[in-house]
Each structure stands twice: as C-alpha cells, then as structure tokens.
C-alpha cells in the first residue's frame, strides 16, 4: 500500500462534484471511459488496477485494434457443436483448447453452446448492436480534445474470402448484420486487388464496410486516456482489490491491498478478472477466458490500407504505428497458463497465405484474455442486492470497440440517469446470486 499511496499523491486531488466519490476497478479501456465520463459529469474518481493503464499485460493493449462496429455476430451460431470437433483438430482452424483444461470448462462451455441457435444468435446480436454499432463516434467523443484523439483513424473494414463460395458459407452471419442495419459492398478479382493490393491471390473474393475505424496504438491510446483522467482530477492507485466494504447493503469502500479506500459507489471494470469480486458482490457470471493472441510484425514492406478480417483464419490485419498486428483465434485454457505455440504458428501460417509478397523485420508475439459470459453478452448495470455496486465488463471479442458506449452508459446509471436503449439484455441480475456464494 505505501506505493499505492505515493501514486495517489503524484495524480491530482479529485473533484468533489455531487454524489462523493467513484472507485473505478480496473483500468482498461472500458475502465478508463467510465472514469472519464464520470469526471466530464463532475464526479470524484479514483481508478484503480493492478498494473498501469494501457500495460501490456491487459486485453485492452494486446486486442487487434479494429472498432468493428459490425462484430456482432457471436461464435456461438448455428452448426458450432457440430464444427468444433473438426476445429479442434486441424491445426489451420482458429480454435485450441488446452485439453487438461477441459474438466473445469466443462459446466460454463455446455452453457455457451446452449445459445447456438438461430434464435439465440439475434437475439445476441440484437443486444449487441447498441453497444457497438457506433463504435467510430463513441471513440471520437471520447477522445476530443485530448492527446488521444490522434489514435483514433476512421477506416473501412475488409472481410477478405477465398472465393464466392467461402463468403455463400457464412450467408448466415451476413443476414444476422443486415438486420441489424449493417450495409455493404461486394469485391471480386480486379475489384478486390484495386480495393486492397496487399492481399495475394488466395484471397478472391471481399466484403467491405463504411464507418469503421482503427486504434494505431491501443495500449498507448488506453494510457493517454488515463492521463486525460488525471488531468481532469482522477486519482490513480495501483493495487489488488479485494472485496468492496459495505455498510447497511450500500458500498463504503473497497479494499486495496489490506487497506479500505473510501467510496460511494464502485464500478467493476476488470474483464476477465471480474468473476470473483462480481460473485462477491451477488453476480455468479458464468466468465471464462477466451485467451487471444497476436503477432505484430515490425517494419512491414506493405501495409494494407484499414483493418482485414482474414476469414479462413478468423484473424484481423490492422495497420499501426510502424508494424502490422496480425490478432485473433479462441483458445481456452483459463487465466493461469502461459501461451501455446500452436495459435501462433497458425497465424503465421495464415499470414503468407493471405499476404505471399509481405516481408518485415522483426515480430512480437503477445497472448491475453477476453472476458467471455455464457451467453456473449456483456454484463453493463447495477448489481441487484448491493446498493452503489456496478458492472461493466464481459465483452468477448469487442472490449475495445465497446468500451466508450459502455462506459457512457455505466456514468449515466450511476448518475440515475435514463438512457435511451433498453438495457434489460445487459443487466447483471440475470446471473443473481447471494453475496459471497
């Protein structure tokens, strides 16, 4: 705690502002936008994580940097139980599993793929959608006006197939997004390579989208948010928490590291960490880790005019400051393990396919973990028997693209504000339990 005191001390007052103070619990970039919102409402924040804003050991520095504003089709469609064993067994498929793994997945993975159904999937993207669907503007709101803004490229977003019949097969996620209001155009032959001539011949066939975008750097975009924070009065303290204090059923507290940092309200924000405190706090989400890796390679001879879903290998191709990251694949394997091999050579593998003439001068390779809930939806309200408590986390694959909606919205709640889409799919009472079970 004494190092936890002197970064208080090194990173502004606070504003008083009505309502006391907001404990902010970890530091990613939906974290950081709840903060900023927050204090832009005139409230009192202290933000707290174990490691720095924008670290590169948190999901928010390592994700592939795309505001996919169209992701809103889950992995759990339609024909996934039937897929996945084939998936698991081809070493070019983008989906591992650490087998001694398998006994402790097992309760939350057979609830996942109960939600592999036409109805489930709309349902799911029908949620999603607010949270996503202006990702662009919700970023460049958020960073107005501050050094972060710079991170922030508007871009098309490219799904690049095979051939006709590749893109035929994925009909369905195609009419999930058309529903939800998505629109877009259709490349082929001479027209893709005019579009994107980056790409090889393998690659025949693409959909492109309007009103994207693209983080260049989102550990540094997440870290100049948290400075903006700062700046705006936010107090950052580095340290464990461990449980949130409470007095009469209402936050008053949470506890740092042995000690208990006073509140008046409290908003969990720690991704894949969240499940504990969430239950502590009445929430048993069922969360898991849906591990994520990225290859990032420096000084690439090409680099591909906006961000690039490769679909045979289900990995995103985004343009950023002085490399390419290349980021994507599931792998489950819970939060305790250390990277395999074996995703990162298929990225390697899928990268010459989809860009035979790209050369570079060095790699990185990084391994994290996306907040994955049983049904796919993330968890964004108040906690329902725990008066001051909130949450916001459990966003799969779109963290960061999610991140400013949901921060806006968890500032908006907390400041008893009503907002103007029907929050019941993201309410964490759907998961209630009692406090501590």
């Not at 939800?180 to 005019?194: Q, V």
């Not at 948010?225 to 950052?236: F, I, Q, W």
């Not at 390679?297 to 950023?320: E, H, N, Q, Y």
């Not at 919205?409 to 400041?415: D, G, R, V």
Request: proline share 7%; with cysteine.
């Amino acid at each position: 705690m004494e190092r936890a005191r002197a970064l208080m001390a090194g990173c502004g007052g606070g504003r008083g502002g009505e309502g006391g103070t907001v404990a902010v619990i970890g530091a990613g970039v939906v974290g950081v936008a709840t903060a900023l919102h927050l204090l832009r409402a005139g409230r009192a924040v202290t933000l707290i994580d174990r490691a720095e804003p924008g670290a590169a050991t948190a999901a928010s520095y390592g994700n592939a940097g795309v505001l996919a504003a169209s992701a809103v089709v889950p992995v759990t469609v339609p024909g996934i139980l039937a897929k996945a064993p084939r998936m698991l067994l081809d070493r070019d498929q983008p989906l591992f599993l650490r087998w001694a793994y398998l006994p402790k997945l097992a309760p939350w993975l057979a609830r996942y793929l109960s939600h592999a159904s036409e109805a489930e999937t709309r349902r799911i993207a029908a949620a999603l959608t607010p949270i996503i669907g202006d990702s662009l503007a919700d970023h460049q709101a958020l960073s107005a006006g501050t050094p972060a803004a710079r991170f922030v490229v508007p871009a098309r977003y490219l799904y690049a197939y095979r051939d006709r019949a590749a893109f035929d097969g994925d009909a369905f996620g195609w009419s999930v997004r058309a529903a939800n209001g998505f629109a877009w155009e259709t490349l082929e032959g001479e027209a893709l390579r005019a579009a994107e001539p980056a790409l090889g011949p393998a690659m025949g066939f693409g959909v492109r989208l309007d009103g994207h975008g693209r983080i260049s750097d989102p550990g540094a975009y997440v870290a100049a948010l948290a400075r903006e924070a700062v700046r705006l009065g936010a107090r950052v303290l580095r340290g464990a928490v461990e449980d949130v204090a409470l007095q009469g059923g209402r936050v008053v507290g949470v506890r740092v590291d042995g000690e208990t940092i006073p509140c008046e309200a409290a908003a969990l924000t720690a991704g894949a960490w969240s499940g504990p405190l969430a239950r502590r706090l009445g929430v048993a989400a069922p969360l898991e880790s849906e591990r994520g890796y990225h290859l990032e390679l420096w000084g690439p001879s090409a680099m591909p005019r906006g961000p690039i879903m490769v679909s045979a290998g289900k990995f995103v191709a985004t343009p950023m400051e002085g490399r390419l990251r290349l980021a994507g694949v599931v792998e489950f394997g819970g939060l305790r393990a250390g990277p395999s091999r074996a995703p990162l050579e298929m990225l390697r593998r899928h990268v010459r396919r989809a860009f035979p003439a790209l050369r570079w001068e060095r790699e990185e390779e990084w391994m994290g973990h996306r907040p994955a809930p049983a049904d796919s939806i993330p968890l964004i309200g108040p906690a329902p028997a725990v008066r001051g408590a909130w949450l916001g986390f459990g966003h799969h694959h779109v963290g960061l693209t999610g991140g400013p909606r949901t921060g806006r919205l968890l500032a908006q709640m907390i400041a008893g504000e009503r907002s103007n889409i029907d929050l019941s799919p993201y309410a964490p009472a759907r998961f209630a339990a009692a406090r501590g079970a």
